[in-house]
């Protein structure tokens, strides 16, 4: 069976466990249950099917009765945290505990690059600044960036990229390697919210800070069916794609910019709307 750091769902974790221990004997929820210190015989069946959940005090009991223990027993307390975190804050909180947690004991967390990477903006802007900066020092690659950060900050984002291999370090000079962090877990989805909130932030930052000439700002509203949503949604992607490859064909790069594409509802569908008219 996997780690228990290979797992983000407490409940997937559980259900492998006792697949497998069904798997090589008679193992039972009812056996399961009884070891874990509960009196139904299907609670545990239960939590694993999502319709009820694991308390602090229970994920303990669970833990140990799959024989957990040290780091990993607080690995899988903590994921129980993550999967019952209410807001992002809560959830991203209990998974950096996670990855501390596997850091600590030299164990490599499913998506956690991925996490690290997305949730902040520094590493890829200088992704994009430190190969067009050569012998630059983290501290001068600070200065080049418009939103403040330490050289300390540029400095432990460089040699994070570095270790995960999305860019090569020459002497005093970066490169871009051809590799890119990509996930379709809740974590990775996490970040990258994260991200958008950020570079959201950003924007309405830079309609002040820059002249005009320096950023484009533009808007639409209109009335459209759910229809023309997702048509408009392919012809974003499209745009995005052929952008995406102006920039990789740029035969240089003089700074680096930030595109957020936003389509987002300004009143509630009608659906939603008849839900809240009183009886």
Not at 24 to 48: D, I
Not at 161 to 187: C, F, I, P, W
Request: charged share 30%; aromatic share 10%; glycine share 6%.
């Amino acid at each position: 069976m996997k780690s228990v750091t290979e797992y983000q769902d407490y409940r997937v974790y559980m259900q492998d466990y006792y697949d497998e221990r069904k798997r090589v004997s008679s193992f039972s929820w009812r056996e399961y249950a009884k070891a874990s210190g509960f009196t139904s015989p299907t609670y545990l069946k239960l939590v694993c099917e999502g319709k009820t959940r694991l308390s602090p005090q229970g994920a303990e009991k669970v833990g140990m009765a799959m024989s957990l223990a040290g780091f990993e027993l607080e690995y899988f307390k903590t994921m129980v945290t993550y999967c019952h975190a209410k807001t992002d804050q809560e959830r991203k909180i209990a998974f950096e505990s996670m990855m501390e947690l596997a850091a600590n004991n030299k164990v490599k967390l499913v998506d956690g690059d991925a996490f690290k990477y997305f949730e902040s903006w520094v590493h890829p802007v200088v992704r994009e600044l430190a190969p067009i900066m050569p012998k630059a020092t983290p501290g001068d690659i600070a200065r080049r960036c418009c939103q403040c950060v330490s050289a300390g900050e540029i400095r432990d984002s460089l040699d994070f990229m570095v270790r995960v291999g999305l860019l090569k370090k020459n002497g005093d000079t970066y490169e871009q390697a051809d590799k890119h962090l990509k996930g379709s877990s809740s974590v990775v989805s996490m970040a990258l919210r994260y991200m958008h909130r950020k570079m959201a932030v950003f924007a309405g930052e830079a309609i002040d800070r820059f002249d005009p000439e320096e950023r484009n700002f533009t808007g639409l509203t209109m009335g459209i069916s759910d229809e023309d949503y997702e048509q408009i949604l392919q012809e974003l992607d499209t745009c995005r794609k052929r952008i995406a490859q102006i920039a990789l064909n740029s035969r240089g790069t003089d700074r680096v910019y930030r595109l957020n594409l936003q389509l987002f509802p300004l009143t509630w569908g009608k659906d939603k709307c008849d839900a809240k008219e009183p009886n």
